[in-house]
């Protein structure tokens, strides 16, 4: 038995012995006692080995807590799957393990790491948090997988939303299983045609590839559904190192908007909005991210019906399978700091799971091929399907909008900070698509 496996199988039973001993919510001990299901299947085919997962993100510096947040969610995910008993492959099953990698948030220590993943023999990588780290990394993967054909990778993209990379930058090797910039401010712009209250609307986002995709993207869709409003501004700014967005709020106060449409997240998002409440700034904020961590505690009383948000789901998106996953998510993380599920990230991995077991590899080739044209059920409350064209997920997108805790349509607040969102508009799965132009070249063998 490696010593990996025996860390692993000594944590599941760790696990059991928590369960067991009570003192946890009823929801945690169910999940605990499928834990230790699954421990005693791994540890009964102990010599199987782990398939590790690879998360290359950025968990250090000004992003690391939402580094955390991601490795929170697909830890959910794995977990998930390994108390099932794990991936079914040809010689059994096998338990997944997730190696988180610090990436620092830029494109050079992202491939130093990808490196050492591919010293280690791991076939599977995860990023999500830039759209240009992302790029780098599908260009360093194409490389590798044709050089070293027996040491291929495959790429799986949480949230890089650059649209380029499923359309003329895609490849076979890269799956990217959030909307991108253009599906979500689509369903932005249907919520914002319907305010009339909005003539003119501030543009303000990050400086790199992903903010000037928001920013381009924002101008075609409201071109399109509301020639009438005029752009007040459009303004870039560093990204992860403004630390007083004041001047900021000035300029959006001066030009005289009505709106804010802004892609930023993490600390850029936070520093924002909590510097909008501060100088009182009572625009609407039309957001990518503005139900993310530290958002709605930082707004408060400020960003009730006034801060609108896009998202693939939300905790109060309704149906009991949707506030069962979610119930779980917190039973697993109950620290009010720690509560923000992003659905598709634990989906993700149970949609590669789904993908091993079905192809009984875990052949990045292999898997990549059934992952293609692969619909999920999403525990029974988010159906998905990926487009084999250009290996872009399609799934339902939810517009909400900011209220106070147990409002109506907000049963759920994030944080614990009293505050949740409503869904104003759910788009349907296939009136999210867009057409591409990935024109992808797939391997013989």
């Not at 005693?40 to 950025?58: F, M, N």
């Not at 990050?206 to 993207?217: L, P, T």
Request: hydrophobic share 45%; charged share 25%.
């Amino acid at each position: 038995m490696t010593s990996v496996l025996k860390q692993a199988i000594g944590m599941h039973a760790g696990v059991c012995a928590v369960g067991r001993a009570g003192g946890r919510a009823a929801r945690w001990l169910r999940i605990a006692a499928l834990a230790c299901v699954a421990w005693s299947v791994t540890a009964g085919a102990a010599d199987l080995p782990p398939v590790k997962l690879a998360l290359i993100e950025g968990m250090s510096g000004p992003f690391a807590n939402a580094g955390a947040m991601v490795e929170r969610n697909l830890r959910f995910g794995v977990e998930r799957v390994n108390a099932r008993g794990g991936v079914k492959l040809a010689d059994g099953m096998h338990p997944l393990q997730l190696v988180v990698l610090d990436g620092k948030g830029s494109s050079e220590a992202t491939l130093v790491q990808l490196r050492a993943a591919i010293d280690e023999k791991i076939g599977f990588v995860m990023q999500g948090n830039s759209s240009a780290v992302a790029a780098a990394l599908v260009g360093a993967i194409d490389r590798q997988n044709a050089r070293e054909p027996d040491r291929r990778v495959l790429f799986l993209n949480y949230s890089a939303d650059d649209p380029a990379l499923t359309n003329d930058a895609c490849s076979f090797w890269h799956f990217r299983f959030d909307a991108h910039a253009g599906m979500r401010m689509d369903a932005l712009a249907d919520a914002l045609k319907d305010d009339r209250a909005v003539q003119k609307v501030y543009l303000l986002n990050q400086d790199y590839s992903f903010g000037h995709d928001v920013s381009r993207e924002a101008q075609r869709a409201l071109k399109e559904r509301r020639p009438d409003i005029a752009i007040a501004g459009d303004e870039f700014h560093p990204i992860g190192r403004v630390k007083d967005f004041a001047p900021y709020i000035a300029k959006i106060r001066a030009s005289g908007a009505d709106a804010v449409i802004t892609g930023n997240w993490g600390n850029d998002l936070t520093l924002l909005v909590k510097a909008a409440r501060e100088q009182g700034l009572d625009t609407k904020f039309y957001t990518f991210y503005g139900n993310s961590l530290g958002a709605p505690a930082a707004l408060g009383d400020a960003g009730v019906k006034r801060v609108i948000a896009v998202a693939d789901w939300h905790p109060n998106a309704g149906g009991a399978a949707s506030d069962a996953y979610y119930r779980d998510f917190r039973a697993r993380y109950p620290a009010a700091s720690d509560d923000y599920l992003v659905a598709r990230m634990p989906l993700m991995v149970e949609t590669l799971a789904a993908a091993m077991t079905r192809a009984a590899s875990a052949d990045p080739l292999v898997v990549a091929r059934a992952l293609e044209g692969m619909k999920f059920d999403g525990e029974g409350f988010h159906p998905s399907t990926m487009r084999a064209d250009d290996h872009q997920l399609i799934q339902p997108l939810y517009v909400m909008e900011m209220d106070k805790a147990g409002s109506p349509g907000v049963k759920f607040d994030n944080e614990g900070s009293g505050y949740g969102f409503r869904t104003l508009l759910a788009v349907p799965a296939d009136k999210t698509v867009q057409p591409t132009t990935c024109r992808m070249t797939r391997p013989s063998r």
